[in-house]
């Protein structure tokens, strides 16, 4: 097992991914520096929160061309794990790894609180039975307004591609949507944050569990462990 | 050459921004007011001339990286400025 944590200028949630995965979970945990090419051997990629960027121009819009994108672009592609968090998953769907977009907060406000998710069918690695029928998490965000045409709505409910729901939706995203998954089952985005949810001092340690449950979609071994 | 690239929100497309600016135009005084939208605009200078070759780079430069299709149109206006 081998977790990879990307690094762009303006990350400021790597240390936090990192230590959810090596000291949360107690897996290998190594960063992966925006401009290497190359990721080497990897069974998951996290792309972090922050503001990448400065969120130039918008959310994640330039940190998708940065050098080390082609290469999760063609990990993706192969069928490789990736889980993008808050401004991970805004930098995912500008890739066009994930369907939709992240647009400014309703209320024009940053939000920064614990939310209560609804755990959504999503197959069977994330699921009620998996997660249980709710998770608390954390979320830190201005642009969290998920946004997608009807018909992308709908393909996201038929395929079964919607992680987790906001109880209270915070950002107006369409649907209370907080978090998705491609149509394959490899790419995971959420804007909550797993990566402020697995120390005592933390609101919960339900990112434990959450992310336990995207690496067990090509891991099995890992659920049952917990279990 | 001079270009000015503009992008706005897609029609059907929440604009918070905007809606929030039409309020405050609105308290201002501007009662006729029935829609806002605020969006961007990015100013380009090359060191090329107009050409269809230019103009279908530039299109596809406003749909990878200037805008982003999926909540943003953009259109653009060439030298003159």
Redesign the interface.
Known sequence: MNIAVLQFPGSNCDQDAFHLFASGLGLPTRYVWHKDPALGPTDLVVVPGGFSYGDY??CG?IAR?SPVMRAVRDFAEQGGLILGICNGFQIL??AGLLP??L??????EYRCMTCDLVVEEAGPAFNPRVLGSRVRLPIGHGEG?F???EAGLTALGTHGQILLRYVDNPN?AMGGIAGIRNEEGNVFGMMPHPDRAFERFHPSTDGLAVARAVLSVRFPELSRKSA | MKIKVFVT?KKN??D??GV?VGHALQSLGLQSLTGTRVGKVVELEVAESDSPEFRARLDQLCRD??S?P??EDYHYDIGGL
């Open positions: 121009l918008r819009a061309f769907c500008e939709g977009a647009i400014r907060n309703t209320s024009l307004n946004r997608i045409d107006g | 929100p497309v929440l918070p921004q929030a990286l200037l982003n999926v909540i």
